[in-house]
């Protein structure tokens, strides 16, 4: 008897089968002496769509929602078809005894490998593969310790649970939102939460009122030092009481009462989980968090030089500690060399910082193998996200930063002045980052103007100081920022929307459904996310009820909850959803309405971006009329400020507008006007034909005769 091996993809399929020694190539499969190697493309089997229960709901209505299946069903997916066929009848095939799911050792990996199993009736026996690399010294050992594969039935449900539930409110509050308010309109269990956090940021934007204010700077002959109040506050938002201050307090000497020295020791950063290098990404790389995802991948898969990219933990386990060095050795190349190279010389300084078998699930931290990498073969983005990973590896091995930090307090004239000063003792592990700050607070710490520490001489307390300038700097308070991606994921994390491997996706799903805008590095909402946001069910929009549902589905992985309490729950929620969308009083305006009017049906295009650009599109579903969207400028020019106006098309036909001006020209193709190209054109032409005696008059009126 042989054993089936189910891979999640082909290229990871082939590594397998050509470390098990398979060697026998088919169109869906390849085959050895022992095992069979075959492969998903994604997911095969899915989750059964509403027209596969009635036929009815192939036709959105609202008087049919909530659709609420009693048993969710399963269905083989049309655009992979060909490939569950070819699955399914190695699975029948009498020879195979037993199974061995390989496919992604996550959450995800689980169900679909499940769906496929129940859908083609597999009740032999099957085994897991679960591993965190790709090398073939990974996949070996993982095949010498196979695990049961009931031992992760409880992931299997979780993941089910999490597919019926999004099933339910997405599909539900989806069609609910569309056929109310006649537009596309999505939402869903994260996707309407993320937004909603968006938005609430940015009403905290549009509501702020930004104020004048001053701080006062006093140059002390070495260093400089700032007045504040005795609140601590620097910023004075009364210019006479700064400008009575600068009076009171230039040229005078005062006396140092107060210093204060103190050692700071920051220690490594922890190790990479997904979110956290996602972040790394966006803020030093500019990666959105899909395109990190994407690159990540293929150096998991397709160089085998990192671990599991899709998880949660930023630690490692014990059984890991004897792989280090090798690991080491085999980043220690080109720029790293120097970096891990002394490292090897002596034991590595393993702490709980590291190693914390406590704080691993599935899968421990994104660390390199020992697959030695060869920099020159990777792609420009794959070889930046791999050097955030090796120095984050390294650094592990290094020890704390260690510098000193002093604070200074001088009274002169009765007025407090502060200084700060800092002293490197140690850089320790900054040193594998060239001198850059990359401690995690960092980003979220202090960011007054007089918060930045300089370099301060020697000083003592009680030594007199004399004011040789004051100045006055001025300045506005700024309203929060808009999130980028790296921010919102921090808040997503915290609030537990969605996971690692599904944040990249729902931040991708809002920006294609055209409800948040990339914009620079920021995220905003747009016209229909503002509105959507209102139009949502309340209780969706908030983070606290999906963050709740996250932690009960963690609990159904972990064997502390059972499944049909909480899809319960979720059914009475989505009729709860529901009842509000059709009871709302609310109005929706799309708000991408162009000035171009369809030629076929005469309805206002809709403006849609597309991977082609900016598409004109007609909402009247009986039309289907599209075209490009992008502008189109003519040669004719503004009789006011003489710039060339945009070509438009609008009822009456084709007209011209001044984008500055405002002005309008009708574009009429049977008058008798012809600029200046059509008249040099048509010049050319007649005087070929006239005789060299007629006049450019003639030309003209014979060509104008010819044009009418």
Request: net charge positive; with cysteine.
């Amino acid at each position: 008897m042989k054993t089936l091996i189910l891979a999640e993809k082909p290229s990871v399929a082939r590594e397998i089968a050509r470390v098990m020694g398979s060697r026998d190539k088919h169109k869906s499969y390849i085959e050895g002496p022992k095992y069979v190697v075959t492969w998903a493309l994604g997911h095969l089997v899915g989750l059964a769509e509403p027209e596969d229960y009635d036929g009815k709901y192939g036709t959105w209505s609202l008087e049919d929602l909530p659709i609420l299946p009693g048993k969710m069903k399963l269905k083989v997916l049309r655009e992979s078809s060909h490939q569950y066929k070819a699955v399914a009848q190695l699975l029948r095939r009498q020879d195979i005894g037993e199974l061995v799911v390989a496919t992604d050792a996550a959450r995800e990996g689980e169900l679909l490998a499940r769906w496929i199993m129940d859908m083609a009736k597999w009740n032999k026996p099957f085994k897991r593969l679960w591993i965190s690399s790709q090398t073939d010294k990974a996949i070996k050992e993982g095949f010498a310790s196979l695990k049961p594969g009931n031992q992760f039935d409880r992931l299997y449900q979780s993941a089910r649970c999490r597919a019926e539930a999004d099933w339910m409110i997405g599909l539900n509050v989806t069609r609910a939102l569309t056929c109310k308010f006649g537009s596309p309109l999505s939402a869903g269990r994260v996707q309407t939460p993320t937004l909603g956090m968006i938005m609430q940021r940015e009403k905290e934007i549009t509501s702020f009122r930004s104020e004048e204010y001053h701080v006062l700077r006093a140059d002390l002959g070495g260093f400089e030092a700032v007045w504040r109040g005795s609140n601590g506050d620097s910023r004075i938002f009364d210019a006479e009481k700064v400008k009575s201050l600068q009076s009171k307090l230039d040229g005078r000497s005062g006396a140092i009462v107060k210093l204060k020295k103190s050692e700071k020791i920051v220690p490594h950063p922890l190790a990479y989980d997904l979110t956290e290098l996602q972040r790394d990404a966006n803020r030093m790389l500019g990666f959105s968090a899909k395109q990190t995802s994407n690159v990540l991948q293929r150096l998991y898969e397709q160089h085998k030089l990192v671990t599991y990219p899709r998880t949660d933990s930023r630690y490692l386990t014990s059984d890991m500690s004897d792989t280090l060095k090798e690991r080491l050795t085999s980043v220690a190349v080109g720029p790293y060399a120097s970096l891990a190279r002394p490292l090897l010389r002596k034991p590595l300084p393993l702490s709980k910082r590291i190693v914390d078998d406590s704080k691993v699930s599935d899968h421990h931290a994104i660390i390199p193998t020992e697959q030695t990498v060869i920099l020159g073969s990777l792609s420009p983005e794959e070889r930046k996200l791999y050097d955030l990973i090796a120095r984050r590896f390294i650094s592990l091995f290094y020890p704390p930063a260690r510098f000193d930090n002093v604070a200074v307090v001088i009274d002169v004239a009765g007025e407090t002045l502060h200084a700060k000063g800092v002293t490197v003792k140690d850089n320790g592990w900054k040193a594998v980052y060239d001198g850059q700050a990359m401690e995690e607070d960092e980003a979220d710490g202090d960011s007054d103007d007089d918060s930045e520490a300089s370099t301060l001489p020697e000083l003592k307390e009680g030594q007199h100081v004399t004011i040789t300038r004051c100045r006055i700097q001025n300045s506005r308070t700024q309203p929060p920022k808009r999130y980028t991606e790296a921010a919102l994921l921090t808040q997503m994390e915290k609030h537990g929307l969605g996971t690692p491997a599904t944040r990249a996706d729902i931040i991708e799903k809002l920006v294609s459904s055209d409800t948040i805008d990339r914009q620079g590095h920021s995220l905003h909402p747009t016209g229909k996310g503002k509105q959507l946001i209102e139009l949502a069910p309340a209780d969706l929009r908030s983070p606290e009820l999906t963050a709740k549902w996250e932690a009960e589905l963690e609990r159904i992985a972990k064997g502390q909850g059972k499944p049909d309490p909480f899809l319960s729950g979720i059914r009475d929620m989505t009729l709860g959803l529901v009842r509000g969308v059709k009871n709302s009083e609310a109005t929706y305006k799309p708000h991408n309405v162009s000035n171009s009017h369809c030629p076929d049906c005469g309805t206002r295009l809709l403006e849609k971006k597309s991977k082609r650009g900016l598409m004109l599109i007609c909402p009247n579903e009986d039309c289907g009329y599209r075209r490009s969207g992008e502008k189109r400028v003519s040669n004719r020019r503004c009789p006011q400020c003489h710039k060339k106006m945009e070509m438009k098309e609008g009822k009456a036909g084709l007209y011209v507008q001044c984008i500055t001006c405002g002005i309008t020209e009708t574009v009429n193709k049977d008058s008798k006007h012809i600029n200046k190209r059509e008249q040099q054109k048509l010049v050319k032409q007649y005087s070929k034909q006239e005789s060299i005696g007629s006049n450019l008059g003639d030309l003209l009126r014979a060509a104008m005769e010819k044009k009418g």
